[in-house]
């Protein structure tokens, strides 16, 4: 077979979900790791980085590592004031905001999660209209976007003993072809729910496992479409049609910390777990079964709470070794082609804009790093934060908008 019948072959096997029309268009970044759910962002901006970013604002919003999100001219966020969650909407070039909800959440932290503050931690989606939010309990809402008014709310406490997992919920809903995506419950039991996204009822439940901190993506592999995740206590595959397990790998880490977001790469997901490895599988589906082959693994370069991006056959990430290091591996075999010093944070949110990587660290450090398999290197650094910085940072054209212990700045390039 010629290699681009193999390629066509792949492509059409093993294809990235668009999640909705609204975003896929440039200038919204309206999930968890924007437009595509996989880090990659469009920037308007060409040659040598600035010596500085403009400040073009910057409110109180409240705490929590909720990430902003942006539709159009609006950004929209969940954050804790008091005891109260509050799903809010603000102008994009001003940070007024436009409209507020707020509803009580009470939430009990575990000792070792104290530094973190009571959340939310998982991250808003916008679609078709809809703003779904998921917070730090557990409670799934729907507003309309425009106005704020509530459509729906769903607190699962009459169906689990617990309703989130031992560090809050975590995991970013995603939303497809009218569904919302999002894996309910806690460590005592759960369930992978795909919702109707305009009533709230359940469409199917996968009841297997309780849910870690992973966030969901849709792919197709072999003409099925299934969201692929991490639970507690595995890998999954399950049929977005109606939540049938297709495939699953056993895999757990310290205090069930499941946290990366899965990678497309090719015909293969890329995976990492806390104190475990990075590795590759290819899932296939003949005679009727399906299988996932392990295609690589490397243990040098795991990664906690920070999830890759690719570009190209080469892996960029931030891996918890060498006390926060940045590196690059090769996407086909595994093989690490550089790391940095180390020392660069507790964490870090990755964002491939063009040929550079914009590396948010958990200090309030932005790095813009050249996408180089060759060798690692900075274009520019940049102090955007005077208080830790664990929210994913979101780009909009020019702008980068960072959200602090409890504040959101936009930052402007030009």
Avoid at 8 to 29: M, S
Avoid at 193 to 216: C, H, I, K, L, M
Wanted: hydrophobic residues 40%; contains cysteine; aromatic residues 10%.
């Amino acid at each position: 077979m010629s290699r681009t019948r193999t390629s066509r072959r792949f492509a059409a096997l093993f294809v990235p979900l668009l999640f909705t029309a609204v975003a896929a268009l440039a200038g919204n970044w309206p999930q968890w790791r924007g437009p595509a759910r996989d880090g990659v962002a469009e920037l308007d901006h060409e040659g040598a980085w600035p010596k500085t970013l403009k400040l073009r604002w910057k409110v109180e919003v409240g705490e929590g590592h909720s990430s902003p999100i942006v539709v159009g001219d609006r950004i929209f966020l969940l954050a804790r004031q008091g005891e109260n969650e509050v799903a809010s909407s603000l102008a994009l070039d001003t940070g007024k905001t436009i409209w507020r909800q707020t509803y009580p959440a009470p939430y009990e932290m575990v000792s070792v999660a104290s530094a973190h503050g009571k959340g939310p931690k998982s991250t808003s989606v916008v679609d078709q209209g809809r703003l779904y939010t998921f917070g730090i309990s557990g409670v799934l809402s729907a507003f309309d976007a425009a106005s704020g008014k509530p459509l729906w709310r769903k607190d699962f406490s009459q169906q689990y003993k617990a309703t989130w997992p031992a560090f809050g919920t975590a995991m970013s809903p995603a939303v497809v072809d009218g569904r919302v995506l999002a894996h309910v419950g806690g460590s005592a039991g759960g369930a992978l729910t795909a919702f109707d996204a305009t009533t709230g009822d359940a469409v199917w439940s996968w009841t297997e496992d309780g849910p870690a901190y992973t966030s969901p993506i849709v792919t197709t592999i072999a003409g099925v479409r299934q969201v692929v995740t991490q639970t507690q206590e595995n890998i999954i595959g399950v049929a977005f049609a109606d939540g049938k397990l297709l495939w699953k790998i056993p895999f757990t880490t310290p205090y069930d910390q499941n946290v990366v977001t899965p990678v497309v790469y090719k015909d293969t997901l890329i995976f990492s777990g806390h104190q475990k490895r990075t590795f590759a599988v290819r899932v296939t589906h003949a005679s009727g079964k399906w299988s996932a082959e392990e295609v690589w693994t490397n243990d040098a370069v795991p990664m906690y709470m920070s999830s890759p991006v690719l570009q190209g056959d080469h892996l960029y990430g931030f891996t918890e070794k060498r006390k926060g290091s940045l590196f690059c591996l090769d996407a086909k075999t595994g093989k690490v082609l550089w790391t940095d010093e180390g020392r660069q944070a507790e964490n870090a949110s990755l964002v491939l804009a063009g040929n550079d990587l914009l590396v948010l660290t958990t200090q309030g450090e932005l790095l813009v790093v050249p996408a180089n398999p060759s060798a690692y290197s900075t274009a520019a650094a940049y102090e955007v934060a005077d208080t830790p910085t664990w929210a994913h940072l979101a780009v909009i054209g020019g702008q980068i908008l960072v959200k602090d212990q409890t504040r959101l700045a936009a930052w402007s390039i030009e």
